[in-house]
């Protein structure tokens, strides 16, 4: 953000609800103003819970002239509601959880969506494709390369894109995916995601000193893990897990030390019942 931003717009960050997580609507009415461009939320977060006062947000946003920017995992679109009903105006995440296997760095690719305001389309980067109606009456069919002139090859240097085919092609994997989940499979996956990591923190929170999650909010997929009653750093934690061949938590003792020894632990999926086991049962050993 700050490298997109910088020297343009000044970032300003909100405080949160220390228990909750939740963001601190009275900080946030008090720093925004006319001047305001946009405020920005994720949902889920980025430690992983859910953010609930997303509608608030958006008032506050639009009362002030600014727009709403929502990050979301896709996967949790099946439960939760999507940017635009509580009023987002521009919707952006990572789509390599649409069925796409992590391998050297990827896949990944970009979600980037807004409501069909032309403000917004004629700033929009890459290909559009819409879907229109044709000469037939009641039959539709896709249109592609509208707006053709925000494209490099009418606008050249100024042009507010380049589109390689590699990111096509994950698009076309995600796409793909969700074809076959469909809309019933999308529910079912946000749900068996959301259970898998309550089942974990459960079991986790079972265990002498540990406890999880730290924030008192609902979560999806990633919730913190606070090690400080027992005694033992993340570091330490994650050093003796990997004896044990289980990669531990991201430590956020540097970037959120308020948090304590505490780690970013995440189920999705493609965990299953016996890895979230094995994980308590090495966590019980190492913090005994």
């Keep these: 953000m700050r490298n997109y931003c910088d020297p343009w717009l000044e970032i300003k960050r909100v405080d949160f609800d220390a228990e909750t997580g939740q963001m601190d609507l009275e900080d946030l009415k008090g720093k925004a103003s006319s001047q305001t461009a946009a405020i920005y939320v994720e949902t889920p977060s980025y430690l992983g819970f859910i953010e609930a006062q997303c509608a608030d947000i958006a008032q506050i946003a639009h009362e002030n002239g600014?727009?709403?920017?929502?990050?979301?995992?896709?996967?949790?679109?099946?439960?939760?509601s999507p940017p635009g009903e509580y009023g987002a105006d521009i919707a952006c995440g990572e789509g390599q959880p649409l069925g796409m296997h992590m391998h050297c760095g990827?896949?990944?690719?970009?979600?980037?969506?807004?409501n069909d305001a032309e403000r917004f389309l004629e700033l929009m980067p890459s290909f559009l494709i819409g879907i229109s109606s044709t000469l037939v009456e009641g039959e539709h069919a896709?249109?592609?390369?509208?707006?053709?002139?925000?494209?490099?090859?009418?606008?050249?240097?100024?042009?507010?894109?380049?589109?390689?085919?590699?990111?096509?092609?994950?698009?076309?994997?995600?796409?793909v995916y969700m074809a076959l989940m469909g809309p019933e499979g999308m529910r079912q996956l946000g749900e068996v995601n959301m259970q898998k990591a309550y089942y974990a923190m459960e079991l986790l929170s079972s265990i002498k000193g540990v406890k999880a999650p730290t924030f008192a909010s609902p979560h999806f997929n990633e919730f913190v893990?606070?090690?400080?009653?027992?005694?033992?750093?993340?570091?330490?934690?994650?050093?003796?897990?990997?004896?044990?061949?289980?990669?531990?938590?991201?430590?956020?003792?540097?970037?959120?030390?308020?948090?304590?020894?505490?780690?970013?632990?995440?189920?999705?999926?493609?965990?299953?019942?016996e890895d979230i086991e094995t994980l308590v049962e090495a966590l019980e050993r190492i913090v005994r």
């Design 66 to 80: 600014a727009l709403l920017v929502a990050y979301v995992n896709p996967t949790s679109l099946g439960l939760l």
């Design 106 to 114: 990827g896949a990944t690719l970009g979600i980037l969506a807004c």
């Design 142 to 175: 896709f249109s592609w390369h509208t707006l053709w002139d925000r494209m490099m090859y009418a606008t050249r240097d100024k042009a507010k894109s380049f589109t390689g085919t590699s990111s096509w092609l994950w698009g076309i994997s995600a796409a």
């Design 225 to 273: 893990v606070n090690f400080d009653e027992t005694g033992k750093t993340v570091s330490e934690v994650n050093r003796a897990l990997f004896e044990h061949g289980i990669l531990g938590g991201k430590d956020l003792s540097g970037e959120f030390p308020q948090l304590g020894q505490a780690a970013l632990y995440c189920v999705t999926e493609t965990h299953t019942k």
